[in-house]
């Protein structure tokens, strides 16, 4: 009996290191977003500084994920109400493999998308973030702390979002 429990604190302890290691830089509302710096579809790097003092909206998605696919029209109809405002959208793409890069610049010109897409085909970005499921999305106010995060998407959300960065600017 007493092996017993002394395997069960074993394992509990071996979980709990575990997800702990595995989950990356989780970062919730409140805390500053980590800075990432990552290459657009035309071969330039940006970074989440470059965009100081702007309230930033990032996206982690896949072109093979269908709710990212459905986000699609409400960020972008986010992105152009915003465009002349202190406001910058970022679709950091997590596909990987082979081509990646071709493969997500024609679903961009596919779906029409013209806000910032980057690529985190390496996963840095991403685990910087402990995003686990896509989409993933972070409202960042003008010093880039975490006003809001949505793990998912639903039809809506792209109003929800529009108040909150209003609020914001």
């Not at 003092?53 to 990032?58: A, E, F």
Request: charged residues 25%; neutral net charge; contains cysteine.
């Amino acid at each position: 009996m007493r092996y017993h429990r002394l395997f069960l604190v074993v394992l509990i302890a071996f979980f709990l290191f575990s997800c702990q290691k595995n989950s990356g830089g989780v970062v919730e509302v409140g805390h500053t977003a980590p800075d990432f710096k990552t290459k657009t579809l035309d071969g330039k790097y940006i970074s989440l500084s470059d965009y100081k003092d702007k309230v930033v909206l990032i996206e982690f998605w896949a072109t093979w994920c269908p709710p990212c696919r459905a986000s699609i029209p409400e960020m972008e109809t986010l992105h152009k109400k915003f465009i002349d405002q202190d406001f910058v959208l970022i679709g950091v793409n997590v596909d990987e493999g082979e081509n990646v890069t071709d493969r997500v610049r024609a679903f961009v010109n596919q779906y029409n998308v013209t806000y910032t897409i980057v690529l985190d085909n390496e996963g840095r970005a991403s685990r910087k973030y402990g995003v686990m499921s896509i989409p993933a999305i972070y409202l960042l106010d003008r010093n880039h702390k975490i006003v809001k995060k949505y793990l998912g998407f639903s039809p809506g959300l792209g109003e929800e979002l529009a108040r909150q960065i209003e609020a914001l600017l």
